[in-house]
């Protein structure tokens, strides 16, 4: 059983920067994929970045475009996502997720998820 908690949510500006981290717990570290999900009020979960215990990662193609940098620390047993140029439409509830498949972008794929780190950002 693996726990996952994610922090560094806050509230920032547009243009700003956030690094968010997840910690995971209770397994072993280098047979997950992990990803950040996200989700804004009234829409659905939607992919952000997922990436292997080998750094191979992937990102979605609709929004990030470069603006975030998903990692993981395998020493430590923690995934961040770097956020730049941070807009009002990224706002949303920021989840990290665990799964036991090759870097999937389905949200049914992950067997773990954390409690979400609220991100919101002002325009």
């Known amino acids: 059983q693996v726990q996952l908690v994610e922090s560094g949510g806050e509230l920032v500006q547009a243009g700003g920067s956030l690094r968010l981290s997840c910690a995971a717990s209770?397994?072993?570290?280098?047979?997950?994929?992990m990803a950040w999900f996200r989700q804004a009020p009234g829409k659905e979960r939607e992919f952000v970045a997922a990436?292997?215990?080998?750094?191979?990662?992937?990102y979605s193609g609709d929004f990030v475009k470069g603006r975030f940098t998903i990692s993981r620390d395998n020493a430590k047993n923690m995934v961040y996502l770097q956020m730049n140029s941070l807009k009002p439409e990224d706002t949303a509830v920021y989840y990290c997720?665990?799964?036991?498949?090759?870097?999937?972008?389905?949200?049914?794929?992950?067997?773990?998820w954390g409690q979400g780190t609220q991100v919101t950002v002002s325009s």
């Open positions: 997720a665990a799964s036991t498949q090759y870097l999937p972008r389905t949200s049914q794929a992950y067997n773990y």
């Open positions: 209770g397994g072993t570290f280098s047979t997950y994929t």
């Open positions: 990436i292997t215990w080998t750094d191979v990662r992937t």
